[in-house]
């Protein structure tokens, strides 16, 4: 079984693709997980969809990927950026060792290269024909390999939080200087910080240098699950892929995972102010405003200063 991972669900061409992509998987002799008829299709326009509907589709989809052996994600965007919804699945698919497959139509710039490094195959899909070879080859690993379902089980008590994987994004000067900010404000509570590499890539970047996204994709999951906790930065319309890769692949390792967002945008009609996936995968399902407030929620799960 494959867990159709796209954002395009909200309009009916985006379900309308979904639609020509199910079909395709079906004909290869697979079935199908659609998140959108399984959990969603005539509830988000219910009144009022508040916490109780959005739970219930995040344990729905959740359920969706463990049930599955492999994942279609839909991975469409500019400046090869996905939704943040299907970067946390992604993530979380990922830590469960399904195989995620890629169909990217879209022109405006190739996929998010660190994304990129956990696809099978290491394959970007620009058509759905291209999209059948990949499924082809990966039925045919899911079958040699009796590759079954997985299951998400929370985890009673936690360990306590010495170390800390500070996620975020790093792509302009203000971006970079503010997350060593906030990494300073963490480490004053006691807290070992880790940082993801992006600020390796922007320097490579920026001087011109190749990137080596497979070695930074490997230190970063190191890093991970190093970690006994995630600090997200959720910042914009819509919280950048590889910050909601982070937070679904911590979420899905029983890390406990926690949200900053001084942006006060909200979803409006879906209600929330980040995707759904991601504020109900952390803790408490509340966003920190302000560092005193993360250092609330942090205390919340045993003071990080105590011996």
Known sequence: MFYLNGGGLFTA???????????????????????????????????????????????????????????VMLGEGGAGEVSSGTAWETGYAYARGKLILCART????????????????????????????????????????????TSYEPRAHRSKIRKVFLSAPYFTAAEAAYVRELGRSLSKLGLDVAFPPGETVRRASLAGRPVPWSELFEEKVRSLDDCDAVVALLEGADCGSETSWDCGYGYSKYKPVFGVRTDFRSLGDLGGHVNLMI?????????????????????????????
């Open 13 to 71: 061409q985006g379900r309308w693709w979904d639609g020509k992509v199910e079909s395709l998987i079906g004909e290869l002799g697979a079935r199908v997980y659609n998140p959108w008829k399984e959990s969603k299709e005539g509830k988000l326009r219910e009144s009022p969809s508040g916490p109780p509907l959005r739970r219930q589709v995040f344990v729905s989809d959740r359920r969706g990927v463990d049930v599955s052996q492999g994942v």
């Open 106 to 149: 879209d022109y405006r710039g190739p996929l998010n290269p660190m994304l990129r490094q956990c696809l099978f195959d290491g394959a970007v899909c620009s058509d759905l024909d291209g999209l059948r070879e990949v499924a082809a080859r990966a039925i045919e690993r899911i079958r040699t390999s009796n590759a079954g379902p």
């Open 279 to 307: 504020e109900e995968s952390i803790v408490d399902s509340r966003l920190a405003r302000t560092v005193e407030e993360l250092e609330k929620l942090l205390y919340s799960e045993g003071d990080p200063r105590a011996e």
